[in-house]
């Protein structure tokens, strides 16, 4: 049986669950003697990773404001960190050798590329009774969806031109429940589309289909 790298899993991830992947990647690495320094130039290094997290953590914060300029520095930060990791990996893998134990003592998830069944792993589908209202608060909304499950929480983005083919989504807010999530410091007067995903341990499921509302 072979292995390889869970890209897909890390880069598939929220923002929030992307940070703790990366972090424990970091702390993984650290001292590892399975992976000894020094490492190649040419190979993302520990120090460049930690940066680029650190960065894309402060970024994170800052696109808390819903500034559209803070959300686009978060997002290249987090483009950034995809092409250290895209760097890292094969150093990662070829080291290794296909050896199970080397690969996990990496930090890095890990999937096998041996054919299996994967019915089990099917992304979830979009998630049922998908509601938006007003919420107490100027400047509030209030979403609602049934449970999916084995979801383990939910995601919503929200987006200014959502009914378009070529829509840009922002990510919103997360939460362990479905039955009320709140998404707040919106402009009143804005009109904005809102999708919920339901994420399980195999990853995101499918969107729903967006609903359009005024915020007041």
């Excluded at 790298?5 to 929220?14: D, H, S, V």
């Excluded at 999937?111 to 089990?120: F, K, L």
Aim: aromatic share 6%; net charge neutral; glycine share 6%.
């Amino acid at each position: 049986m072979r292995y390889r790298i869970n890209l897909g899993a890390i880069k598939r991830a929220i923002d929030e669950v992307f940070q703790i992947k990366v972090r424990t990647v970091i702390k993984k690495l650290s001292g590892n003697p399975n992976f000894p320094l020094p490492w190649p130039a040419s190979i993302t290094s520990i120090e460049q990773l930690e940066a680029g997290l650190d960065k894309f953590a402060a970024c994170c914060e800052a696109a808390l404001q819903r500034d559209s300029s803070k959300i686009r520095a978060r997002n290249d930060a987090r483009d950034q960190l995809h092409v250290l990791i895209d760097n890292l990996v094969p150093y990662i893998e070829a080291v290794a050798h296909d050896n199970l134990d080397i690969l996990e003592s990496s930090g890095f998830e890990v999937r096998s590329t041996t054919p299996v069944h994967a019915t089990s792993t099917d992304p979830l589908p979009a998630p049922t009774d998908f509601r938006v209202v007003h919420g107490n608060f100027s400047g509030t909304l209030v979403v609602h969806v049934a449970r999916s499950p084995g979801a383990k929480l939910y995601e919503v983005e929200i987006s200014q031109n959502g009914g378009s083919v070529d829509a840009k989504w922002d990510h919103a807010t997360v939460s362990s429940s479905g039955m009320h999530i709140v998404v707040d410091g919106l402009m009143r007067g804005q009109d904005i589309w809102v999708r919920v995903r339901a994420h399980n341990k195999d990853g995101p499921g499918q969107w729903t289909a967006p609903i359009n509302v005024m915020v007041v």
